[in-house]
């Protein structure tokens, strides 16, 4: 099944390296890694999107954690957790179509960041599903290009 | 030693840190990068620079080193092509788990990227091949790094850390701070064993009718093997060791059973698959352990104790895991343990049979010589003492049938890696380390040519190693598995033609050198050459050709299903 882990890394060169490397290396599935820098600018938070059963996920989380510049691995997927993605789309625009995709740009709660003539670049934001979904009902009026941020996690409440 | 405090350029800050972290030895090679740091090393007269010839060579005599002492090995080599050569050396020392600390020169840190002149990214290459690697980038960070890197591959479960030394990062200057203590946020290794686990396994252990303690290199390097010599001997539990575990237990004593898996003995085999409980204590459960996983001690409530969290379930899944230090678990295990013991003679009983059933044996031909013969002469004239280095293939399985070791840290062998040439420069490392007891090497005439310039450093140095080596002229462990499994199509591995005449080359790097065609005549020169001191003595034994290392379970079998000879060999047992 799909797992969403969030690791806190020393904010150093090579570490994102260091842990896409030992996905790779190891076989482990990647299916999206996102990094940025927290609060504390020495530490960067990562978020990796990964699927595995049990005994796949235990190995992930135990590698990478054995990591050097790995401070702390959280699997976020059966906490309470606020995962989040930036969707950036462009599409194709016509008078006939521009009614129907403003109404949809409302219903996904979305922003208009460009438009021009014959196409209109807009941002969503929201969990992949809806990210997913978002692109699924723009795609009958012509998408020009995508551009997804991948997945960002925290987990929900104090802690 | 100098004091912190004072202003020193990168090298001596260099020097200064290995004389602090008690570093005696270092095996390097000098080249454009280091220049800076061999002109410090010129006056450095309280640490021995071993010279060696290929820097693949310092990184196996490191790991030889580190090995035989328990010290970590150090290594320095320049930047581009001497830190690739040592790339072999480091996958090695990370696959056995040997504490090595490698310090790369790199060219200016203002030309890296710049495709200079010998520069490669060596921390790139190196990622997944070191416990952790670093590149210096401002001198004031040097002293905290080595620390760290001394620190890293030392604790917990031991490695290899790389070094990368930029030119100008050695030539620059700072004030000198050694830092008393390391904090390293991200590396906390659990030392101390789970008390409730161990108490639990205690009981399990306690109870067991049919136990078998699986032992693994971890328990040397944790120094646990007179633990587990009280644990096993009292308790009465019989041990089978892997080959890194090999002396960790004696192999003379009625409770060691040798090593188990592909070439492990048929009775270490018949009892991983018989037991009701399967101790491993410092072992990962390899490929070429388990056989076929699923029919791996099916019979078994597994515990496994390990330093590395990773080990656990990676392989095969265990019902008790127990992660930390193999010498408290062990410990732990003797303080828990009830007075009450349960009687276990029906057990060893059984063990004994399959030891009688199938012994390892080989025949003794008076005109011809067998590897297994003069590797147990070997064993019977040093009493299981040496500190024996082998490299990879038939040799070294039939070193670990026939030598009978009886202390911890007498078998150098590379084990995950597998590295053919592994065998001489790490016999170096370990003779550089320490004679107190005899330094043996046996190895095979494919892996001797492979780091064969390393002779001239053992001649040089006037090092008592004693080389075996082992010539049957084939790379005799694939002519095995081509005669059983690849329709006898014996693919250049057929050496006789083109093999040198051993004995003259070896001479020429000014070794003593003897050939031996019998067992009169090997016997004589083995005498010979363990009472011999004055340097490197070389022995070449005619061995047999077609000879094969039995018992063998084929890959990817259940090791109960165990070829037992090649006259049969679609008789399994």
């Known amino acids: 099944m799909k797992h969403t882990i969030s690791v806190l890394v020393e904010n150093k060169f090579g570490t994102l390296n260091r842990v896409a490397a030992m996905f790779s290396a190891r076989g482990f599935n990647l299916e999206s890694i996102s990094i940025g820098e927290t609060e504390d600018q020495e530490i960067s938070r990562m978020t990796i999107i990964t699927r595995g059963d049990d005994r796949i996920i235990g ?101 | 030693m ?39 090393l010129y006056d450095v007269t309280d640490i021995r620079h071993i010279l060696v010839r290929h820097e693949q060579g310092a990184a196996h005599m490191a790991e030889g080193y580190a090995r035989a002492t328990g010290r970590p090995g150090v290594v320095l080599v320049t930047s581009g092509p001497g830190a690739t050569n040592t790339v072999t050396g480091i996958t090695n020392a990370y696959m056995d788990s040997s504490p090595m600390v490698v310090f790369t020169g790199q060219v200016p840190s203002t030309m890296i990227g710049n495709d200079a002149f010998q520069e490669a990214d060596i921390v790139g290459i190196t990622r997944p091949i070191t416990k952790h690697n670093f590149l210096v980038k401002d001198v004031k960070e040097l002293a905290t790094t080595i620390r760290k890197a001394f620190y890293l591959a030392t604790n917990g479960r031991p490695g290899p850390v790389l070094v990368d030394l930029p030119k100008d990062v050695m030539n620059s200057e700072c004030v000198f701070n050694w830092p008393e203590s390391v904090e ?13 686990q161990v108490r639990k396994a205690a009981k399990i252990i306690a109870k067991a009718k049919r136990p078998l303690l699986y032992i693994g290199g971890g328990v040397i390097s944790a120094e646990a093997s007179e633990a587990l010599r009280k644990l096993a001997i009292e308790q009465n539990i019989p041990v089978t060791m892997t080959l890194q575990g090999l002396g960790a237990f004696p ?90 013991k349960t009687d276990r003679s029906e057990w060893l009983g059984e063990i004994e049979a399959w030891r009688h059933q199938c012994p390892l044996t080989y025949s003794v031909d008076e005109n011809s010589l067998k590897t297994e013969f003069v590797i147990e002469e070997v064993s019977r004239q ?107 199509k014996y693919s250049f591995t057929d050496l006789a033609d083109s093999n040198p005449d051993f004995v003259r080359v070896v001479e020429a790097f000014g070794c003593k050198a003897r050939k031996a065609t019998n067992p009169e005549e090997a016997r004589a020169a083995i005498q010979e050459a363990l009472a011999y001191n004055d340097g490197p003595f070389f022995v070449e034994f005619q061995v047999i050709k077609k000879d094969m290392v039995f018992p063998m379970v084929p890959a990817g079998a259940s090791i109960s299903e165990m070829l037992l000879d090649r006259l049969n060999p679609k008789t399994m047992v």
């Open chain 2, 382 to 488: 040093t009493e299981g003492n040496a500190v024996v280095t082998t490299d990879v293939g038939q040799h070294q399985m039939w070193t670990t049938q026939y030598y009978k070791f009886r202390q911890p840290r007498s078998i150098l062998s590379s084990g995950g890696l597998g590295t053919m040439g592994y065998g001489l420069p790490a016999a170096i490392g370990a003779t550089i380390g320490s004679t107190a007891r005899p330094n043996v090497l046996f190895c095979g005439d494919g892996g001797f040519m492979m780091n064969i310039q390393e002779l001239v450093t053992a001649a040089y140095y006037k090092l008592p190693l004693k080389i075996f080596l082992l010539n049957n002229h084939f790379l005799g462990m694939v002519r095995q598995w081509q005669e059983l499994f690849h329709q006898e």
């Open chain 1, 59 to 159: 190995q992930i989380l135990k590698q990478l954690n054995r990591l050097v510049d790995t401070i702390k691995v959280t699997d976020l997927t059966h906490q309470p957790h606020i995962s989040r993605e930036l969707l950036v789309i462009s599409l194709k625009l016509s008078k006939s179509s521009q009614h129907e995709i403003f109404e949809l740009i409302n219903v996904f709660k979305g922003k208009v960041v460009d438009i021009k003539q014959k196409s209109i670049t807009i941002e969503v934001v929201g969990t992949p599903d809806k990210i997913n979904t978002t692109i699924d009902m723009f795609r009958p009026f012509g998408i020009k290009e995508i551009a997804r941020s991948g997945t960002v996690a925290m987990h929900r409440g104090d802690q």
């Open chain 2, 184 to 196: 390293i946020r991200g590396f906390k290794p659990t030392i101390e064993p789970h008390e409730n």
């Open chain 2, 251 to 340: 192999g003379d004593h009625p409770l060691s059973m040798g090593m188990l898996g592909m070439h492990g003995t048929f009775w270490a085999n018949q009892a991983v698959n018989n037991c009701d409980l399967l101790i491993a204590i410092g072992a990962r459960f390899d490929d070429r352990v388990t056989g076929k996983t699923d029919t791996f001690a099916t019979h078994a409530f597994k515990i496994h104790n390990d330093i590395d969290p990773t080990n656990i379930d990676k392989n095969v899944k265990v019902d008790l895991p127990v992660v930390g230090d193999s010498l408290k678990f062990i410990e732990g295990i003797i303080d828990n343990l009830p007075k009450t």
């Open chain 2, 2 to 40: 100098s004091t912190s405090g004072s202003t020193m350029n990168g090298s001596e800050i260099f020097f200064e840190c290995l004389r602090r972290e008690g570093v005696d030895t270092i095996f390097g090679y000098p080249g454009g990068a280091l220049l800076k740091v061999y002109e410090t």
